[in-house]
């Protein structure tokens, strides 16, 4: 959905790392960060081998318009527990962010970090 954006973080390392917690997710000047979808906790710690991904989604928009303080923003920075941070790339001219916005925590699974 336009409304969803689906992130991939991959382990390039030669070990196996854990995804600990949900990604933090600041979109443009945001003065804060998104809230967790708490029913999305995993029952275990996501780990990944050598070369596997984790994924989270984030729900950007009310898909019903019902959202406020809508902009759009090219700009995503996300903090990861450790303290490092990465900063995405979003397609064309950014993504639609309003007070809907949401993530879930690290899923071992595409599917589950977007149903």
Same mark, same amino acid.
């Given at each position: 959905?336009?409304?969803?954006?689906?992130?991939?973080?991959?382990?390039?390392?030669?070990?196996?790392?854990?995804?600990?917690?949900?990604?933090?997710?600041?979109?443009?000047?945001?003065?804060?960060?998104?809230?967790?979808?708490?029913?999305?906790?995993?029952?275990?710690?996501?780990?990944?081998?050598?070369?596997?991904?984790?994924?989270?989604?984030?729900?950007? $928009?009310?898909?019903?318009?019902? =959202?406020?303080?809508? !902009?759009?923003?090219? @700009? &995503?920075? +996300?903090?990861?527990?450790? #303290?490092?941070? $990465?900063?995405?790339?979003?397609? =064309?001219?950014?993504? !639609?962010?309003?007070? @809907? &916005?949401? +993530?879930?925590?690290?899923? #071992?699974?595409?599917?589950?970090?977007?149903?």
């Amino acid at each position: 959905p336009l409304n969803h954006l689906l992130l991939t973080v991959t382990n390039t390392g030669s070990g196996r790392c854990d995804l600990l917690g949900y990604p933090v997710a600041r979109f443009g000047e945001a003065q804060s960060v998104p809230p967790v979808v708490e029913e999305t906790h995993p029952q275990t710690v996501v780990t990944l081998g050598p070369g596997e991904s984790g994924y989270a989604g984030v729900l950007l $928009s009310a898909a019903d318009g019902s =959202g406020q303080h809508g !902009y759009t923003t090219a @700009s &995503l920075v +996300v903090g990861f527990t450790d #303290g490092t941070t $990465s900063r995405p790339r979003l397609a =064309g001219k950014g993504v !639609y962010v309003d007070s @809907s &916005l949401r +993530v879930t925590y690290w899923q #071992g699974s595409m599917d589950d970090a977007l149903n």
